[in-house]
């Protein structure tokens, strides 16, 4: 029995294959004749025949090699296997039928007897794929038990399709992979009930609870790819209720050569929970906008502006102006975009007016989105003279500059921490947009030909520099503790795709002078996603990774808004965006505030500087910060 498991385990050499292959082509050869004789059709002996049996086998040999029928993996044995089985006896059948036909046709005497010749390949097929199908059948149950360990993980794939299948394959192929398939789930009540390759399929909800719930050491592979969001969302919760690893597989367009790899499949990720369902982009309209223009993008090298970059070479401009002043991040942009002959990096920072200039009179761009800002709220809360630079004046700066040079469209990236700000950096935002839209409203009563200008505003998305989910991934990697700010704190959340998406959108649908707002679902209490993040990578919360709060940090607060007190909205044609109506600001009272604010700048201390934006912003009132005696001594001066 022992050397039969290592015969089953190894894989058979393919002379051994073709040989075996030969010999029960010998023995059809042999069984129809007997059949014919045993019914009394014609009289043929076997022992007469040996001539005809050599021919037999030497036609049924040409075959084997022509279609390479032998070459397959006795224990991976599949339909493909089947299908050149089929051919090669098809083919050589027929080649036999020919010889016999025309040594008929000659000699006017049977050389091969077309009744034998038919009965001989039908049992030949069974003979075959019965020696294959055997072997198979041995190894699942010699040869994949006896290399288990007790590192052996169980799998349960969801969806029983065609990738689902393929997936079990792989595994079973695999001499990397110690992973055996315990049960299909799939969605479909037509597959429900059945079984694929000996294993059953199952219908979801009850599969999920009950075989989830009653399995050890397991893992539920989703083989799905186009598995809506709020789905996938729904079976990685039920699996985290019993600890279970979930993993995806690569879209198809990502197998390499159109073979899947398992070693491919990828641990869900948090965002995975977060992810809502596609946005339909108006994509006509963009291509008509963006399409053959030159476009410049600020804040290049940041999250957002590298993704709006990435979509908007999708439209083929004629140029994308990437424009940032972080060196490194710019130069790792720049080669992932190598490709694109039309994408021009510019060192430069905002701020720098003679530069920027220069950057507008060289290019000369027909588009900016305006990502560059300071966002870090702490930080900023440290030091609010760069708050105030980058964020007010940089904007003003490259807006000016944008009616100089007649841009048609000039969209500012914005926040919803702009949304009545307890925190420096959502001040200098809110200064921002009140520059941007009333030198909109000044230009319209100027001329009807001016250069666009439109705010976009929304809140945190995921993985961008310094969210919280990189930092929470890291602190789970060093085994803890992760560190949330309050038990209460919420926010919002969003992909950056479906963020630059929506920019792209809002962006090319404004018509001067809006702010809008984008739909960010519910908000998410930030301590229930860092113990779904500590689950989803396999460890218990208390037991594995502990969570500790930490208090809340300078110019934070608990809840976050889209929309101010004096504020609301305006619904378009993207239910995902909406226009939100705010109070519009005289440009020359707003200017002259800024203008004052740039001149004192660096004389003005901290306090003087919050001070004056307060002023700005009356809705600004510090939380948690040294600046909050300003709100209770504020006199409006």
Known sequence: MGQLKDIIRNNTPRWVILGLDLVLSAFSFWLACYIIDAFSFIELKIYDNLFQIFVVLGVRLLAFLITKSYTGILKYTSTQDAVRIFFAVALSTLALLIVEGIFFYINQVHFLKPPVIIIEAFILIFLLASFRISFKLLYNQYGQISNRGSGDRYVFIYGAGEAGIIVKRSFERSTQENRKVLAFIDDNPKLQGKSVEGVKIYPSDLALENLLGKSKNVELVIAINNLSSIRKKRIIENCMKFNIVVKTIPPVSAWINGEFNPQSIKAVKIEDLLERDPIILSKNKINKELKGEVILISGAAGSIGSEIARQCLRFKPKKVVLLDQGETPLYEIENELKEFNNVHIVVADVCNTARIQKVFDFYKPAYVFHAAAYKHVPLMEDNPYEAINTNVFGTQNMANLAVTYNVKKFVFVSTDKAVNPTNIMGASKRIAEIYVQ?????????????????????????????????????????????????????????????????VLEAGVMGMGGEIYIFDMGKSVKIVDLARKMIKLSGFEEGKDIKIKFTGLR??????????????????????????ARVPEYNYLEVNKLIIDLYKEKDDLKNKMLVKTMKRIVPEYKSNNSIYEELDKNFIDT
């Open 554 to 579: 300078p110019g934070e607060k608990l809840k976050e808004e889209l929309l101010g007190d004096k504020e609301n909205t305006i619904g378009t044609h993207n239910p995902k965006i909406m226009v």
């Open 438 to 502: 009333s030198l909109n409203a000044k230009l319209r009563l100027e001329s009807d030909d001016h250069t666009l200008f439109v705010t976009t505003r929304f809140g945190n998305v995921l993985g961008s520099n310094g969210s919280v989910i990189p930092i929470f991934k890291k602190q789970i990697e060093n085994g803890g503790p992760v560190t949330v700010t309050h038990e209460d704190i919420t926010r919002y959340f969003m992909t950056i795709p479906e963020a630059c998406q929506l």
